[in-house]
């Protein structure tokens, strides 16, 4: 079956330090990548997506994903961490081939930056 | 701000009842897809329309259904209302299927009692 895996649950990182939020998937042919914040009692923003062409991807507020197609996996990265970068952070994946091309998500990794 | 909007924000609702929970696109999107997320999860895919029409359809039983009107907001309908239903839902429009990043509104948190 296909599947997004965010193996943390909860990270934490002092505010100035650099942040990783990971993401593994299990998508059959080359799917497309997408990262979402959400803030307390808000809905989903896009932060940003990879498609194809360099593996860097930047978006908003900072934030950069790297993809790796050999290692399955597209981590969330940030160069310096702000308080206002707590929220939840899901990862989504949407397959390019086969009859399902919805989005399937993570369970979601929980950022917490410390001043 | 993402120019979907959903209403209610809020909603209690005893078990067994009926609900309906309404979406407005961001303007020029014609694809809308509704979500559960339950406190603590990710949001797990109810279904999606475009052009009025049912395009992809998650693990949900038929008492949730779903309609998109000519100007592309939406209705998802929930029949004979369990208490495991409670959750946020969450509405997402984007311009067109395919690779385009999904708005979301803030949601309709329904509480079933």
């Known amino acids: 079956a296909q599947s997004v895996a965010q193996p943390e649950d909860q990270v934490n990182v002092a505010e100035g330090n650099p942040l990783t939020v990971k993401c593994t998937y299990s998508?059959?042919?080359?799917?497309?990548l997408f990262w979402y914040v959400q803030y307390p009692n808000r809905g989903l923003q896009f932060l940003l997506k990879?498609?194809?062409?360099d593996n860097l991807v930047k978006g908003s507020y900072g934030f950069e994903a790297e993809f790796n197609k050999s290692q399955t996996s597209f981590h969330l990265k940030k160069p310096s961490a702000l308080v206002s970068d707590s929220a939840l952070y899901f990862c989504?994946?949407?397959?390019?081939?086969?009859?399902?091309?919805?989005?399937?998500w993570g369970l979601g990794t929980s950022l917490a930056v410390n001043p | 701000e993402t120019g979907v909007t959903q209403s209610p924000t809020h909603l209690i609702k005893t078990r067994g009842q009926q609900v309906t929970l309404r979406c407005s696109s961001q303007?020029?999107?014609?694809?809308v897809s509704w979500y559960q997320q339950a406190l603590g999860q990710g949001p797990q895919f109810i279904f999606q329309?475009?052009?009025?029409?049912?395009?992809g359809r998650g693990n949900f039983p038929p008492r949730f259904s779903g309609l998109q009107f000519p100007n592309y907001s939406s209705e998802l309908n929930v029949n004979a209302l369990e208490l495991d239903d409670s959750a946020l839902y969450l509405c997402?429009?984007?311009?067109?299927?395919?690779?385009?990043?999904?708005?979301f509104g803030p949601g309709t948190r329904l509480t079933v009692t």
């Open positions: 997402a429009s984007s311009p067109r299927q395919g690779i385009n990043e999904q708005y």
């Open positions: 303007s020029g999107h014609n694809t």
């Open positions: 329309y475009y052009r009025e029409e049912e395009n």
């Open positions: 998508v059959s042919g080359n799917p497309y």
């Open positions: 990879y498609i194809t062409g």
């Open positions: 989504a994946v949407r397959p390019n081939a086969g009859n399902n091309r919805k989005l399937i």
